[in-house]
């Protein structure tokens, strides 16, 4: 019963149809899996066997080629035959496709007269009619995998259908090294205008898979490509679609042509087409070399001092940044920028580098200081900021601005060491105003170590006016001090100056009040009865209103002694 059912189901058209319906459906997809396979899986090979002689293979899924050419080959203008052949060159083509091989010999004799062979698998044929018909079916093929006679058919394509034309005859081409080719007759021997060259630009990067080729005829065409602002802001887009630094980089640097840097779209292209770039060195060496090689405009240098701000390597940003030759730090804007490109360093080092060599080898304004003083205040090292302000010699601290900004400078920095170094530096390098010394005075105040305090103290002593001002500052800074030895030290170093003058004697006097050591109250008090500033009423009073402070009984024997000395 249940064989019987199966019989009635085979026998029924409906149950047939849907068989067959399925079966399509499963052959359409083989089919669409196969052709999609095949766009994807196909292999192009050349060989280059002697002076003339050329060797082609191409396979896919479906078909291998086998192409050798030796000689001239020309084709007539549907692509279907071929027309001559120098003398004693050949075309040989064999094709294998599911199995069946078919072949065919093109020689040319010394007279240049074209002699047949036609094969199906190992069987030689007749040349016509068959083997002339299958040459017809196969040699445009064969002509778009081996450039063959791509002279003939540039001149021929260009006449009938323009640049257009051409450029879609490019693209049915699969290999880069044909193509390649294509555009290499067509930009050397074909006269093209704006628009044309411009629809080349975006063919080449579009048609052509490799980069190397795709770099050649960028380079070897660069004139062309240069003939207008249009069509070079065109060729800058084409050369950032290449995906190999070392390929656009190449190119960039190759650009001999005059660039316009004074059209804002011919600048945006370029300086795009280097940030798109992922390799530092690559950009740095482009940046450099059009620095120095191309007239950039003053927006074109700012263009160029945030390419380099866009560098991820603090190294290749240095680098850049003290290899300028026409840098112009007078203009306000490319002074913003580079000083920017110096504040996106993340290396202390690389921008304390920087900062020394711009104070080195450039005449820098005060708005130039400012700069420099505004980005040591960014860097997290007192080390590099120590030596950076340790670099400057000719800074004008006379101005109010670049006073403050100095001051801040040293006040930001956490090392104590670092900080007294700089300040001491400034003394013996500055011929300080009121204005610099009450703010040394103030940054000393501010220190965490009484021995450094101390030390700067004691240089200031040296240098400093012993005008109201200045000294008034000075002791406000000892009072400030909490060590008697430190203390007692500074206050004795004044007693021993030449510019000591009443109002500053009276101050020791007064000042040593603070500490707490009968033996440094008693070194400073004896100090200034050594001077002749004791025989001044006021101060004797003084000073003997303070010795009485003694807890000593030697110290206060000692003090008293040496004002009876006096």
């Known amino acids: 019963m249940r064989r019987l059912n199966v019989d009635l189901q085979n026998e029924n058209p409906i149950f047939k149809y849907k068989i067959m319906k399925n079966t399509i459906k499963t052959i359409l997809i083989v089919v669409v899996a196969l052709l999609t396979l095949n766009a994807t899986s196909q292999n192009y090979a050349y060989n280059s066997t002697g002076k003339s002689s050329k060797h082609y293979k191409f396979s896919n899924n479906f078909t291998d080629y086998e192409v050798q050419v030796k000689g001239d080959v020309k084709v007539n203008s549907n692509d279907t035959e071929v027309v001559s052949i120098s003398p004693d060159g050949y075309l040989k083509i064999s ?146 679609r290449i995906s190999s630094n070392s390929e656009r980089g190449s190119i960039l640097r190759k650009i001999t042509s005059d660039i316009d840097f004074n059209n804002k779209e011919v600048t945006d292209a370029y300086f795009t087409c280097i940030n798109r770039m992922s390799s530092n060195s690559e950009r740095g060496s482009v940046i450099r070399n059009v620095e120095v090689t191309q007239n950039l405009s003053n927006y074109a240098y700012i263009k160029l001092l945030e390419s380099v701000l866009k560098l991820s390597s603090n190294s290749e940003m240095g680098t850049i940044l003290r290899s300028l030759e026409n840098l112009k730090l007078d203009n306000k804007d490319i002074s913003n920028a580079y000083f920017a490109a110096i504040n996106g360093m993340s290396s202390n080092t690389e921008a304390g580098l920087t900062l020394r060599f711009l104070i080195k080898n450039y005449n820098l304004s005060n708005g ?12 997290s090292s007192n080390t590099e900021i120590g030596t950076v302000m340790r670099s400057i010699n000719n800074i004008d601290l006379s101005d109010t601005e670049i006073n403050d900004e100095y001051f801040t400078t040293i006040n930001v920095m956490s090392s104590n060491s670092e900080a007294g170094s700089v300040l001491r530096k400034t003394m013996k390098t500055y011929t300080l105003n009121t204005t610099n010394w009450l703010s040394l005075f103030r940054i000393t105040r501010k220190l965490t170590s009484n021995s450094e305090m101390g030390h700067v103290l004691r240089t200031a002593i040296k240098s400093m006016p012993f005008n109201k001002p200045e000294v008034d500052a000075l002791f406000e800074t000892i009072t400030s001090m909490s060590s008697n030895t430190e203390i007692g030290s500074v206050l004795s170093v004044i007693t021993k100056s030449l510019k000591l003058n009443n109002y500053t004697a009276l101050g020791v006097i007064n000042t040593s009040k603070i500490m707490s050591s009968n033996t440094e109250l008693s070194r400073a008090l004896r100090g200034v009865a050594r001077t002749s500033f004791i025989k001044d009423p006021v101060i004797k009073e003084a000073y003997l209103e303070v010795a009485r402070t003694l807890t000593s009984d030697s110290e206060y024997r000692n003090v008293m002694e040496a004002l009876n000395n006096e």
């Open 95 to 240: 094709k294998k496709t599911f199995g069946n091989n078919r072949s065919i010999n093109i020689e040319s004799n010394s007279n240049g007269s074209l002699e047949y062979e036609y094969y199906e698998g190992r069987k030689r044929m007749e040349y016509i009619p068959e083997g002339k018909k299958w040459l017809a079916d196969i040699l445009l093929d064969v002509v778009r995998m081996t450039g063959i006679d791509v002279n003939g058919r540039v001149a021929r394509i260009h006449k009938n259908d323009g640049v257009d034309g051409l450029i879609h005859e490019i693209g049915e081409i699969s290999s880069n090294s044909i193509s390649s080719l294509y555009f290499n007759t067509l930009l050397e021997y074909i006269k093209l205008n704006e628009d044309e060259t411009i629809a080349i630009i975006s063919a080449i990067s579009r048609d052509i898979s490799s980069n190397s080729e795709r770099g050649i005829l960028y380079r070897k065409f660069d004139d062309k490509f240069m003939v207008s602002n249009r069509v070079a802001a065109e060729y800058f887009i084409g050369i950032s």
């Open 368 to 379: 130039d200081y400012i700069n420099v003083l505004n980005s040591l205040q960014k860097l």
